[in-house]
């Protein structure tokens, strides 16, 4: 070979090096994105991508991660299972995401659970339920490993149902009986285990189990049968519905006061919703903007008001601690890597907006589900009172008392 051909495919040879290492170099300072998968035309929905994008400037205004922004892509889906997966997809493959939080319904993460661990992304939910999203992962972690379930499960969900009716139904109203009220949905089917179990444990007998379909619009014939039954207390678990029957809880004038569960009830607008109906209506949640579960919960639902103009639904605070939960885990990793990533996210030990966050380890029968208890997350009970939602318990941050409208009979 002549010494010019050498010299040429020398130059060559650095030229095409110089190509191949601009994109690695280019990386190193793209963003880090995080997809965002959720019901945007639902007010529960439409807080997931806002309490994540306040996570994200708060997190950019310090330098971002490993000198990296973060970047908050989103997607609507609609509600759907199927706009769900093709959503994940397009994330993984076109948007190069390092991690997706997903939807606050049970069914849709689920079926998005088989596409993380196909593509080895991490998946963190906000707002779904379902025991069936952790039974998963702890049957076969090294393929499910990479979905963490960042809300607390159904069975924990009624185990604090419980754990408040004991003290506040049972102990001060001296309550006896129930009738357990709830939507056939994936989220309720451990949850109605976990009432039936755990109310009788708490001192209440259960007199009537109703399963109505979350596409019900008259909830007559439900509450005719359940009166008929004279429990003192009705405990829901309820989420798609939620409008609807408080309203004709109200308008029927139903003498039985209700309790547990009411996802709807947790959006800031259910006053207006329904009316007014919802007042003495109470429910289970994770935190409300008037109370500081954390030092963080109240600064966070200030910003969010400030910003959207309306106090966040239960997945902008759960969606914010995420985002924390996943740069957090990527600092420690030092790496975009799934598999880095998921072993730090394990490790998770985070003062979030609903308390210290930790995930249950693979030999936990809820695998990467939140933990539930004294040091970990609790959970409240609120109840609308005169158009505010009202912290009841836990004693320690409680802001009122439980009080009922006047066609509701404490005594059956």
């Known amino acids: 070979m002549r010494p010019q051909t050498i010299l040429s495919s020398s130059f060559l040879a650095s030229a095409l090096a110089l190509c191949f290492a601009a994109p690695a170099y280019a990386q190193s300072n793209d963003p880090i994105k995080i997809g965002v998968?959720?019901?945007?035309?639902?007010?529960a929905g439409a807080a997931t991508p806002g309490g994540a994008q306040i996570a994200a400037d708060e997190i950019n205004a310090?330098?971002?991660?490993?000198?990296?922004?973060v970047e908050i892509v989103s997607y609507d889906n609609k509600s759907s299972s199927a706009d769900s997966v093709r959503a994940f997809q397009r994330a993984v493959s076109e948007d190069r995401v390092s991690a997706v939080i997903a939807s606050y319904i049970s069914e849709v993460v689920l079926a998005l659970e088989p596409w993380a661990a196909r593509l080895k992304m991490p998946m963190i939910t906000p707002g779904a339920a379902s025991n069936?999203?952790?039974?998963?992962?702890?049957?076969?972690?090294?393929?499910?490993?990479?979905?963490?379930?960042?809300?607390l499960t159904s069975a924990a969900q009624a185990q604090i149902v419980c754990d408040a009716a004991k003290d506040l139904l049972v102990d001060k109203l001296k309550f006896k009986t129930v009738a357990i009220m709830s939507e056939d949905a994936a989220w309720t089917k451990p949850l109605d285990i976990g009432y039936e179990a755990c109310l009788p444990k708490a001192g209440l007998t259960v007199v009537e189990h109703v399963r109505f379909s979350p596409d019900t619009t008259d909830f007559t014939p439900i509450f005719n049968n359940i009166e008929a039954k004279k429990p003192d207390v009705i405990v829901t678990g309820i989420s798609h519905v939620g409008v609807q029957p408080t309203v004709q809880w109200k308008n029927q004038q139903v003498p039985i006061p209700m309790f547990g569960i009411s996802a709807q009830a947790l959006s800031p607008t259910f006053w207006k919703d329904t009316n007014g109906a919802a007042d003495g209506v109470p429910s289970f949640a994770v935190s409300t903007a008037d109370v500081a579960v954390t030092s963080k919960t109240k600064p966070f639902a200030a910003a969010f008001a400030a910003k959207f103009g309306t106090p966040p639904a239960y997945t902008g605070y759960t969606a914010y601690d995420e985002v924390?939960?996943?740069t957090d885990a990527i600092k420690r990793a030092g790496s975009t890597d799934p598999d880095k990533m998921v072993a730090e996210m394990e490790k998770t030990n985070f003062e979030g907006?609903?308390?210290?966050?930790?995930f249950y380890g693979k030999d936990d029968e809820f695998t990467h589900g939140i933990k539930y208890g004294p040091g970990a997350v609790t959970g409240l009970v609120f109840q609308w009172q005169d158009n505010k939602q009202v912290v009841v318990w836990p004693e320690?941050?409680?802001?009122?008392?439980?009080?009922?409208?006047n066609f509701v009979k404490l005594s059956q």
Do not use: M
């Open 132 to 151: 069936e999203i952790t039974k998963a992962i702890h049957n076969d972690y090294e393929k499910n490993k990479y979905s963490f379930h960042g809300y």
């Open 62 to 69: 310090k330098g971002g991660i490993l000198g990296r922004k």
């Open 37 to 43: 998968i959720a019901e945007v035309q639902s007010i």
């Open 396 to 405: 320690k941050i409680a802001e009122g008392k439980l009080k009922f409208p």
């Open 324 to 326: 924390y939960i996943i």
């Open 353 to 358: 907006t609903i308390g210290q966050i930790q």
